[in-house]
């Protein structure tokens, strides 16, 4: 059965709680401002430094050898990424050849979830209804038990043994004749699932089992504690990359505006379709953002008028009511507000398009002003005539 818990507040307690969350929904407004400002500026200088950077780039069709010539160039490039070491985990007696080879780990545990309801109560204040339930879960690391809710699950976890992910990386990784620097090498993926059958890891409550190094009694019916270990590895191949030369290797290209570029994509692309992909990605971003900003502003202002709703909540329907009107208005002028942000930042860092918009808005509202204007008005409506009496004959 599930455990509940009641938690009271007073009126008093609601109205400190809402005169707190006017300066919290102050300073989230003021970050939510920043955010969408800072938001455009980025988009803009990344979509400036692709395209200038489109126009320095050079095609190389083969980077088998290095070349002087291409030494501090922008150049786009396929190649296999590969290397010859053998990386291994001491703990697990583990060797691939590999780029990249990432243990990961699991526990078994009681995973807390809960579930609120709150109702209002006449005089303003309020009662809250919290229901806990607890399922047994494969995690990423283990879980405090000692802060549950219910006593009955407090302490129950527990672990067989303390695991650690870890993650060994190849010193060097070749690309024809280049080697790449660390941080395209983490831009490999790990995807390969390393073959732990010839592992020696079998022991007394250690199986192997479906590529997993299990510790447990019985692997089919994991019980509270048990741990599960396995092994990924990046093993390279086809590559593109979009980066600047630096002798044997390659550094991110940096633009007059402060935006890099280091790319690195698995698979064979042109160098077209690498750039469209980082156009795309940047119109994504920007949108994500404006997102977000959009929704920061709308939560700042329901937490700065939250106050009126606690206000009124002395009446529970007075207060409901009262809720609805903030979210109505807390959202149309966080949508209105989030515009003007926008359209500001982009007189600052698009001022064509912005003056472009402005035209256009100002030419509509017109329009629309004078079809207001020069709508034929309604014709009244005339009074129906008044019934004659028949004529009769003198």
Same mark, same amino acid.
């Given at each position: ?286 949108? %994500?953002?404006?997102? !977000?900003?959009? +929704? ?5 202002? *329901?937490?700065?008028?939250? $106050? &009126?709703? #606690? ?24 949508? %209105?507000?989030?515009? !003007?942000?926008? +359209? ?5 860092? *698009?001022?064509?398009?912005? $003056? &472009?918009? #402005? ?36």
């Amino acid at each position: 059965m599930a455990f509940q818990e009641v938690t009271k507040m007073s009126y008093g307690s609601r109205l400190g709680n809402s005169l707190r969350g006017i300066i919290a929904g102050l300073v989230l407004f003021i970050a939510a401002t920043a955010l969408l400002w800072w938001n455009e500026g980025r988009a803009v200088k990344t979509s400036k430094m692709l395209k200038d950077s489109a126009k320095e780039c050079v095609d190389v069709a083969d980077v088998s050898s290095v070349d002087p010539a291409l030494n501090g160039k922008l150049i786009h490039a396929t190649a296999v990424a590969q290397t010859d070491e053998i990386l291994t985990d001491p703990d697990y007696g583990i060797s691939v050849n590999a780029i990249r080879l990432v243990r990961n780990v699991e526990y078994y545990q009681w995973v807390e979830e809960s579930e609120s309801d709150s109702k209002d109560k006449i005089g303003g204040g309020q009662e809250t209804v919290t229901t806990y339930s607890y399922s047994r879960q494969w995690v990423d690391s283990p879980v405090d038990s000692d802060e549950f809710s219910d006593p009955d699950y407090k302490g129950s976890n527990t672990v067989r043994v303390n695991v650690e992910d870890k993650t060994v990386t190849a010193d060097k990784v070749s690309f024809g004749g280049y080697v790449l620097p660390k941080s395209m090498v983490g831009s490999i993926p790990a995807a390969t699932t390393v073959n732990l059958s010839q592992s020696p890891a079998n022991g007394v409550d250690v199986f192997v089992v479906n590529n997993f190094i299990y510790y447990g009694e019985n692997p089919d019916t994991p019980a509270v504690g048990d741990v599960r270990v396995s092994f990924l590895q990046a093993d390279g191949g086809d590559a593109s990359i979009l980066a600047k030369v630096n002798g044997n290797t390659f550094e991110p290209y940096v633009h007059k505006n402060g935006k890099s570029l280091c790319v690195l994509s698995m698979g064979v692309h042109s160098m077209d379709e690498m750039y469209e992909s980082q156009r795309v990605a940047n119109k994504f971003l920007s949108w %994500i953002f404006r997102i !977000l900003g959009l +929704l920061l502003v709308i939560a700042a202002l *329901r937490s700065m008028f939250s $106050i &009126v709703v #606690a206000i009124l909540k002395v009446l529970p329907f007075l207060g409901n009511v009262a809720q609805v009107g903030v979210n109505l208005v807390t959202g149309i002028v966080g949508t %209105i507000w989030t515009l !003007l942000v926008i +359209l500001v930042a982009w007189v600052v860092w *698009r001022p064509a398009l912005a $003056i &472009v918009l #402005a035209v256009a808005i100002c030419l509509l509202v017109g329009f629309l002003i004078y079809k207001s204007k020069t709508a034929p008005a309604p014709a009244p409506e005339t009074a129906p005539a008044a019934p004659q009496a028949p004529k009769t004959d003198a």
